[in-house]
């Protein structure tokens, strides 16, 4: 539109708006910032806080201002934070792990799941939508029931459900053998639970993009229709993709977390942010840090993607802009 | 268009259909699953099992147990296995929770949506539309279960301004009855208002731009006639879609959190806990009832773009 | 035969102090000072979780006992006072105690005459065995405790007769015959899944809502299954020896733990069935000192089990190791103080519990894991890798995490899994996954020892499919021990039992114990906390004796 320079690919053009974007960028920033703190977990670990995630022993002593403090009071209070290298943001439940380590590998836990779930919903929508989409007929119809399916399933009754039967031993599907305490549990089910939420708006562009031009002429041309799919529909599904991905992994973070918090997400004894503010609600009372701080944590991270996101989206729909460029 | 419809009726029966089949069948493969050993308490003795399986038909075939199941919930009759109460008596005298819950929540989330929608749109690229959208987006990036504790325990318990969770019948004391849900919809409407306030916003400047638009300008009206006459009317129609259809999505058990964290004692709630025990009849009955809202208005929201876009119903 | 163990349901655990001693004890004497006096009639709200059924022959929960013993008088009955003398039988429904002859065989009992249900019908002799009928072929949760009675292992229906009960409507005589003798039999017709309810209105299956009348210091409505009920005085009801309670009504309400806490602590409701949460208690503890108190009732054990049959706890070194290392405090913190530790296995107040010295070092004190390693390489099985099992109920995943950390710590490698806590029992008890160490507790249906043991650790135990016996012990001299003592006078042969438990803990260290826990008695401003707490062994809380202060 207006005043945009002719000769720039549409990818350009968004990048050179989503640029002009300062409060979008900051957050991005704001996003990679903890991401990159929650990478650096094991500088914290091993040289500040001298305690591993799953480590702690609650009969153990920490010396503040030359005090020693029980980490764990008689009556099962953990200490609260002593703005030293150890127990820095104070202990996180009655058996005396560090919070601030557990909340970095927490971080990291919630990140990779969010991550991986939000690659594997992108990958099965994609190949999902464009099937639909560009063969119709009965194939559409199958996979669009199959997306109702999910669609309509109540997601936290799924979760605790499949979550109960993974608890106990795992699945095993021959060559894929998933362990009850591997982290692929809740990864798939938060990506499953999302493919719709992708697959539909792929389906809807894949119906429009298969009756342009280019694709005719490609079909005139006597493509198969299995290269017409990936070499000529899939590049023009990058923006959807680009736009869509990071919202999917700020959801997939938040749905982390209601697994963690009913306690069928990540197994413990490794943390994740949603079980820590699990642990954290019930201590509110004496210890207030220790629902609220993996909170902000988790709203941080999540809320630099959700804002960043939102800039890729206007950056790429153009439209939404027009004020701006008027 | 008459064959567009009976497709898609039947469509949604075959999805919920299938939908009934999956919960059933998790239930049945889930490991400790069997309901004959938790209603025997902790030690079973094998014929105490094997009586309780013969009173509740545990012993015949899974076909058949799927057969009977759904043959109660459809005549009202399943109870479930761990308190044995009539499950469908239970949504009955839970849904008013839930339904108030959803659409107090609705109405607050909508309110506030089109307030900042327009405000961010009018002031468009502005510190105003950064600052709201970002205010807005926070709400989005809670864990409703986390903001819903906090505020249970800081205004509820500690501050005393609100009550601390539970839920008082419209009929008992209408003001109560506000006064208890006030902190509920708060915080479910939350969780929609920058999203629909980000999609209300870019539905402005869309339409903004639009003929129509530029004629009324050219007619002299002020830009705030313009903005509510023209513009605002158009905007909303595919976020009222939208708004049906996440509506049907927290009666079908989107709110269930939120019931939780606020004591509500809703159909989310009752489902929560029957879950937990695996308490498969209500567990069933209440999958069923909430994706029926959320397919039936998926149907309905096909069926009125199929009306008005003619190339929908080919494909 | 054995016992099933009455469940603590839902919600979680914290707590405080251990104080080892029944609390605060004064019982009837209302003397005692600052108790705010004893006031008759008044209303008062309960919060609950609420029972999970309401036929007293289909629950399992204390929170259904709690309420329905105040509806339901079985043929004889538990005292209503504070303490340890909670757990003596006095008659109820009957004229007397049982008159017990051929051989601990036969029990003769007599109705007390002209008694009228609270829906005014006659109680009558043969309604028991209506009861025991519907009990067993119900498959009630508590059957197997009447399974003695000859003939009941026959019955199909309710339309068939058990042999082993006659009774005689005009005399209002009873005649039990078992199979062979059972000194539990007494508690088992103490308890309220043995109570006759009119055979008109008790159906042969669950009776809900309304379930059977009774008769009791209360009648109950139940104006919805699942959200509330009320508790309101019986004044027809008179029977020597047991309280006509002093509340006028009783409303109970469900509502969440947190919630229940904050509630009584503001008075919004007068007392809650369930026990303070994550830290509240610590709070409420800290708060309102003479509103709350903790007992360890009813009697229970908290231990680990060592699955026998497989490594590394099939070495008995391995076993004595992890005994060796616990340190009960780190336990105490986790379970918020309210844990009384303890290195035997028949809990305080049960017959057969004898303090003594523990050879595993001081009960209370810290674990020995330099003894611990060297027992564990001993055993040959050092490197090896161990999964401990947990349940996901409050504080549970941390005593998981802290047995983890321990197993880890003398030598093994170390895995935890936790299980949701509605699935756990039914599969730690399956041979077949092999779970080799895991938390389980114990709460005493009555304080007989057998209740504990037959369960526990008999080999009898093994053959019902989950099994309580999760240490997988087939031991024939306990066998054998076990099955003689339960025919004899509990009290007569109670150094007998704690030979048992020095064999069981100290000898073949079959299972790890650790502790009691305390429950909590938590009141609101206007309750009489200090003399009308009710706490009881068998009831937990006696609602015949909540007042409000004067």
Known sequence: MGTEPNGLGPGRLALRRLRRNRSALAFGVLFMVIVALCVAAPIWSHHFAHIGPTAGDNLSQVTVDGKKKDVVSPDGVPIGPTWQGRYFLGAADGNGKDLAVRLLYGGRNSLLIGVGAALITTVVALILGILAGFLRGAVDGVISRMMDIVWAFPVILLGIALGTAFALGGVNLGVLTIGQDSKWVP???????????????????????????????????????????????????????????????????????????VGVGVRPPEPSWGTLIG?????????????????????????????????VRDAFDPRSTIREER | MARFIIRRLLAMVLVLFAISVITFLIFQVIPGGDPAVRLAGKQPMPDQLARIRAQYGFDKPILVQYARTMKEIFTGNITSYSTQINVVDEIKQDFPRTLWLAL??????????????????????????????????????????????LMNYYLGFKAGIFPNGGYVIFGQSPTDWIYHLLMPWTALSLLFIGIYSRLLRSNLLDTINEDYVRTARAKGL???????????????????????????AVLGGGAILTEVVFDLQGVGQYAYESVKQLDVPPVLTITMFGAFFIVVLNTFVDIVYAFLDPRIRVS | MRGIGRALAVTGVAGALSAGVIACGSGTDSSSSGGGGKKTGGSIRIGSVLPDKYDPTQNQTIQAYQANQTVYTPLTTFKHVQGKGGATIIPGLAEALPKVSNGGKTYKLKLRSGLKYSDGSPVKASDFENTIKRLVVTGGPFSSFVN???????????????????????????????????????????????????????????????????????????????????????????LPGIPKGNVAKMTVVKSSVEKMTQDVETGKLDFM??????????????????????????????????????????????????????????????????????????????????????????????GDIAMARKLVKQSGTAGQTVTMWTNSKSPRPDIGEYMRTLLKKIGYKAKLKTLDQQVYFDQVGQKRNKAQIGFTDWFMDFPHPSDLLEPSVAGAALESSPTFNTSFVNDATLNKKIDDLVKQDPEKVADQYADLDKYIVQDKAYLAPYGTEQSTSFFSERMNAKECAGVHPVYKNDFLQFCLKK
Not at chain 3, 210 to 236: E, H
Not at chain 3, 298 to 303: E, R, S, T
């Open chain 1, 279 to 311: 642990v954290g609600v019930e201590r509110i009372q004496t210890g207030p840090h220790l629902a609220i701080v993996p909170g902000v944590m988790l709203v941080l991270a999540v809320l630099g993607l959700n804002v960043f996101g939102d800039g």
């Open chain 3, 273 to 366: 069935t369930e026990d303070p949460t994550g830290d509240q208690l610590p709070e409420v503890r800290r708060r309102y000192k003479d509103r709350i108190s903790l007992a360890p009732t009813p009697p229970n054990i908290y231990y680990f089990f060592l699955n026998v049959t497989v490594p590394p706890f099939n070495k008995i070194e391995a076993r004595k190791a992890v005994n060796y290392a616990i340190d009960s405090r780190a336990l105490q913190r986790i379970f918020s103080g309210r844990l009384d530790p303890t290195c035997n296995f028949i809990p305080k107040n049960v017959i057969g519990h004898k303090d003594g010295s523990c050879p595993y070092g001081d009960a209370a004190g810290a």
């Open chain 3, 148 to 238: 003695p009675i000859v003939g009941v292992d026959k019955l199909k229906s309710c339309k068939d007769d058990v042999k082993g009960i006659v009774t005689d409507d005009k005399t209002g005589d009873i005649t039990i015959n078992l199979s062979q003798a059972d000194t539990k039999f007494p508690f088992a017709i103490s308890e309220t899944w043995t109570a006759p309810t009119p055979a008109d209105k008790s159906p042969c299956k669950g009776q809900e809502n309304p379930p059977p009348p009774g008769y009791g210091a209360y009648t109950w409505k139940i104006q919805n299954p699942s959200r509330q009920f009320t508790l309101t005085k019986n004044t027809d009801f008179n």
């Open chain 1, 187 to 261: 990864i798939l089910i938060i990506a499953i639970v999302y493919v719709p939420y992708m697959g539909r708006p792929i389906r809807g562009q894949v119906l429009g993009l298969r009756e342009r031009e280019f694709v005719e002429a490609a079909r005139a041309q006597g493509m198969r229709p299995l290269r017409l799919m990936f070499s000529e529909i899939l590049p023009n599904l990058s923006s959807t993709v680009i736009v869509f991905f990071p919202l999917m992994v700020a959801n997939a973070i938040l749905l982390e977390a209601a697994l963690g918090f």
């Open chain 2, 104 to 149: 107090g929540a609705a109405l607050m989330w909508m309110g506030f949506a089109v307030a900042f929608g327009l405000y961010t749109a009018m002031r468009a690229g502005a510190i105003g539309d950064r600052v709201i959208t970002v205010i807005a987006l926070v709400g989005v990036s809670m864990p409703v279960f986390w903001i819903g504790a």
């Open chain 2, 222 to 248: 002020t830009e705030r006639q313009i903005l509510t006459r023209h513009v605002l009317r158009n905007s909303l129609i595919p976020i009222v879609t939208l708004w049906g259809l996440d509506f049907g």
